[in-house]
Antibody, heavy 119, light 110 residues
Framework: QVQLQQWGAGLLKPSETLSLTCAVY????????WSWIRRPPGKGLEWIGE???????KYNPSLKSRVTISVHTSKNQFSLKLSSVTAADTAVYYC?????????????WGQGTTVTVSS | QSVLTQPPSVSAAPGQKVTISCSGS????????VSWYQQLPGTAPKLLIY???QRPSGIPDRFSGSKSGTSATLGITGLQTGDEADYFC???????????FGGGTKLTVL
C-alpha cells in the first residue's frame, strides 16, 4: 500500500524559504503526478503545483514566481520550495499523488505539515 | 475568491439526504473531470469521487457524484454524524493551466 511521508520546517520568519519533502513508500514513482496542496487556517484547499507524468511542472499562477517543485526519482521523493514567505503562507501543507490522466484525482495524501510564518 | 463556487455550509438530520453543488465554467468543470474530497478535522483530505461520478474502493455508495455542463454535485444519503466534515470539489482549469478547488462546504448533521 502506497504511503506518502512528508517533512520540513514548521516555523519560519517572513522572507525565509519554505522547504518540504515528500517520500513515496510502497509504490512506483513513475506513471503518476505528484502535487502540493495547502489549507490556510479558516480557508479552503489551495492547489500549489505539480510535477506531472509528462515530466513538466505546473504552478498556481498566484504563487508561480515563488514556487519550485523538484523530483528526486532515485530517492522516490519530491520537494516544494516557496520563497519569500509571509504570514499569508501560514497553512497546513500536503503532498499528494494524482493519476497520469487526471492529476486532480489525488488518491494518496501525506499526513500534512503545519507551517507557521511569524516574526 | 475560489474559481469553483460551493455553498459555505449545508445541514440535515441523520438519515436524510444532502446535496452539495460546485459551480464553474467552460474552462474547468465543463471540459474536465471533477473530483470530490472529504476532510475531517485534523486529517488529510480523502478522495470520495473521481471522474465526476466514480467511487474509489472502500467509499460507500451513500456518496454519489454527477456533472452537468459547468456544474457538479455531490450527494450523500443516509447521513451519519461521522459525515460531518468539509467537502471540496476540484478539477483542472484549462485557461489557468492549473488545478482549482472550490471554497469548501461544511456539512453539519443535526
Amino acid at each position: 500500500q502506497v504511503q506518502l511521508q512528508q517533512w520540513g520546517a514548521g516555523l519560519l520568519k517572513p522572507s525565509e524559504t519554505l522547504s518540504l519533502t515528500c517520500a513515496v513508500y510502497g509504490g512506483s514513482f513513475s506513471f503518476y503526478s505528484w502535487s502540493w496542496i495547502r489549507r490556510p487556517p479558516g480557508k479552503g484547499l489551495e492547489w500549489i503545483g505539480e510535477f506531472n507524468r509528462g515530466g513538466s511542472t505546473k504552478y498556481n499562477p498566484s504563487l508561480k514566481s515563488r514556487v519550485t517543485i523538484s523530483v528526486h526519482t532515485s530517492k522516490n521523493q519530491f520537494s516544494l520550495k516557496l520563497s519569500s514567505v509571509t504570514a499569508a503562507d501560514t497553512a497546513v501543507y500536503y503532498c499528494a499523488r494524482g493519476t497520469y490522466y487526471d492529476s486532480i484525482r489525488m488518491d494518496v495524501w501525506g499526513q500534512g505539515t503545519t507551517v507557521t510564518v511569524s516574526s | 475568491q475560489s474559481v469553483l463556487t460551493q455553498p459555505p455550509s449545508v445541514s440535515a438530520a441523520p438519515g436524510q439526504k444532502v446535496t452539495i453543488s460546485c459551480s464553474g465554467s467552460s474552462s474547468n468543470i465543463e471540459n474536465n473531470y471533477v473530483s470530490w474530497y472529504q476532510q475531517l478535522p485534523g486529517t488529510a483530505p480523502k478522495l470520495l469521487i473521481y471522474d465526476n461520478s466514480q467511487r474509489p474502493s472502500g467509499i460507500p455508495d451513500r456518496f454519489s457524484g454527477s456533472k452537468s455542463g459547468t456544474s457538479a454535485t455531490l450527494g450523500i444519503t443516509g447521513l451519519q454524524t461521522g459525515d460531518e466534515a468539509d467537502y471540496f470539489c476540484g478539477t483542472w482549469d484549462n485557461s489557468l493551466s492549473a488545478g482549482v478547488f472550490g471554497g469548501g462546504t461544511k456539512l453539519t448533521v443535526l
